[in-house]
Structure formats: C-alpha cells, structure tokens
C-alpha cells in the first residue's frame, strides 16, 4: 500500500488537489494508492519510505477571506480552531514553514497562484509525474477538473459530499488578491506590518 496525503494549507486548493489524485488513481487503477487529506498533524503522522505528500498553500491574507467568505466573519469575528485573525495566520505560516522544511524527494509543493488558478494541464503533468503514473489521461481529467466545473458541482450541494471532500459553499470565485476586497486598508497593513507574516509573503513572492 502507498498512503499519498494531500496535506495542504487551509483554504489553498488541497481538496481540488485531492480530487485529481482521486481521478489519476482511478483511472490508473492503483488500488494500492490509499488517500489521505489532512491539514495540521501531518507532521505526526507515521510515514513508510513508499509514502508521498503533496502540499499546496497560498497568500495567508486570502486564506482568511476565503474563510470570511464562508463563514460569514470579518477580521474582527474571524475565529477559527479557538485562533483570532493573526495568531491563526501565523500557526499556518507554522504549519508551512515545518513542511517545506522537511521538503524531500517525498514531498511535493504546490502554489495555489500558479498551479490551481494556472495552467491545469501542467499541474495534471506535474502530480502524474510525481506519482509516477503517465500522463495519458490528463487532459481529459483536466477539462472534467476545472475550477468552473467545480463551481457548479459545488452548487448542487446540500451537505458533504464524502468522495469528493466537498461542502457546500467550499468556493466562491477562487481567484487570487480577493483580500482586497474583504478586509479593509487598516487590516491589511496590520497583517503586512507584522514581521513573521512579512517575511513569509515576501519569501514565496507576494506583494506587501
């Protein structure tokens, strides 16, 4: 058996990831791929030397509007896992900073900016060479997979869909800089004028 756990930061893209890792298996017919989506506690849990990750994150200060946005919060009610506005950002920044450190031939990242709201066909190439499978499939998967696709399956939703690890109201529009629009001028310099925030936006190439 090879365990592959999605274990992306909140709110970046890990269950559309998840989902293509679910149509490779099945068109591949790798019953021996066992799938795992996680967020934290990736880090505890024990790993064999046949087992992979895929990792995916995004601007910090679009993973708290995507949040605003689905639970109805603003930058004052934001409380997520018992964690305000900057203390929850930091622990993902946390949760970031341990994976890409343990970054090896196991682990493979992926940018929310450019892999999900990008070119799916290349994302699709990129996850079926790292898992090793061909690429036969993946422009068909990658058309069936597409972030408008999506939308529309998402929006016949009623509860949570146990397959797809969908829910209701899970997107919204998915572009990216959608902070500039939720969170006002004070709180976004509030969040940029943090060092430990400043410093992961500028190290994986977003705008202060």
Same mark, same amino acid.
Request: hydrophobic residues 30%; charged residues 25%.
């Given at each position: 058996?090879?365990?592959?756990?999605?274990?992306?930061?909140?709110?970046?893209?890990?269950?559309?990831?998840?989902?293509?890792?679910?149509?490779?298996?099945?068109?591949?017919?790798?019953?021996?791929?066992?799938?795992?989506?996680?967020?934290?506690?990736?880090?505890?849990?024990?790993?064999?030397?046949?087992?992979?990750?895929?990792?995916?994150?995004?601007?910090?200060?679009?993973?708290?509007?995507?949040?605003?946005?689905?639970?109805?919060?603003?930058?004052?009610?934001?409380?997520?896992?018992?964690?305000?506005?900057?203390?929850?950002?930091?622990?993902?920044?946390?949760?970031?900073?341990?994976?890409?450190?343990?970054?090896?031939?196991?682990?493979?990242?992926?940018?929310?900016?450019?892999?999900?709201?990008?070119?799916?066909?290349?994302?699709?190439?990129?996850?079926?060479?790292?898992?090793?499978?061909?690429?036969? %499939?993946?422009?068909?998967?990658?058309?069936?997979?597409?972030?408008?696709?999506?939308?529309?399956?998402i929006q016949n939703l009623k509860q949570h869909d146990?397959?797809?690890?969908?829910?209701?109201?899970?997107?919204?529009?998915?572009?990216?800089?959608? %902070?500039?629009?939720?969170?006002?001028? %004070?709180?976004?310099?509030?969040?940029?004028?943090?060092?430990?925030?400043?410093?992961?936006?500028?190290?994986?190439?977003?705008?202060?």
């Amino acid at each position: 058996m090879k365990n592959i756990f999605i274990c992306g930061m909140y709110r970046s893209g890990s269950t559309f990831l998840y989902n293509m890792v679910r149509e490779l298996k099945k068109h591949h017919n790798k019953q021996e791929w066992e799938l795992h989506k996680v967020h934290e506690g990736w880090s505890d849990i024990p790993k064999g030397s046949q087992d992979v990750s895929i990792y995916s994150y995004r601007d910090v200060r679009d993973v708290i509007a995507s949040f605003c946005y689905k639970y109805n919060m603003n930058f004052e009610t934001f409380l997520i896992h018992e964690r305000k506005t900057i203390p929850f950002i930091k622990w993902i920044i946390d949760y970031d900073q341990k994976i890409k450190s343990m970054c090896a031939n196991n682990v493979s990242l992926y940018k929310y900016e450019d892999c999900i709201l990008g070119n799916p066909i290349s994302t699709y190439n990129a996850v079926s060479g790292f898992l090793g499978v061909s690429q036969l %499939y993946n422009i068909e998967l990658s058309e069936q997979l597409c972030l408008e696709r999506q939308k529309k399956k998402i929006q016949n939703l009623k509860q949570h869909d146990v397959e797809t690890k969908y829910w209701p109201n899970h997107i919204k529009d998915g572009k990216a800089n959608k %902070y500039k629009n939720i969170l006002t001028d %004070y709180e976004i310099k509030l969040i940029n004028s943090n060092q430990y925030i400043k410093n992961y936006l500028k190290n994986n190439g977003y705008e202060i």
